[in-house]
Nanobody, 124 residues
Framework: QVQLVESGGGLVQTGGSLRLSCVVS????????VGWFRQDSGQEREFVAA????????DYSDSAKGRFTISRDDAKNTVSVQMNSLKPEDTAVYYC?????????????????WGQGTQVTVSS
């Protein structure tokens, strides 16, 4: 059974930082690309960042570029995203997702497995 468990969400002030982590189990982690998405109430799920199975390639949305950094630790089956300079518009539920087949497709439908999400709230 594949499981993705996110942690690290919370309440932070504008300009603050948070580090989200996603622990993956039940699949061959070293061959899976992992991404982060977010969804605010009433909005569609939005791509944030992704990292390839090798860790050598990353992809960021325009809103995340320069502020967020995604990384992976294969020894711990964990993918993290460091989020700096947070803004109120970053408020959302953040989900991690795994894609065991390819890397580079930002659509949510291309990811096979999903976590339950962790809430990030940025106060102004």
């Amino acid at each position: 059974q594949v499981q993705l468990v996110e942690s690290g969400g919370g309440l932070v002030q504008t300009g603050g930082s948070l580090r989200l982590s996603c622990v993956v189990s039940g699949l061959t982690f070293k061959t899976a690309s992992v991404g982060w998405f977010r969804q605010d109430s009433g909005q569609e799920r939005e791509f944030v960042a992704a990292i390839s199975w090798s860790g050598r390639t990353t992809d960021y949305s325009d809103s995340a570029k320069g502020r967020f950094t995604i990384s992976r630790d294969d020894a711990k089956n964990t993918v993290s995203v460091q989020m700096n300079s947070l803004k109120p518009e970053d408020t959302a539920v953040y989900y991690c997702a795994a894609d065991s087949r390819h890397f580079g497709d930002r659509s949510a439908s291309s990811f096979d497995y999903w976590g339950q999400g962790t809430q990030v709230t940025v106060s102004s």
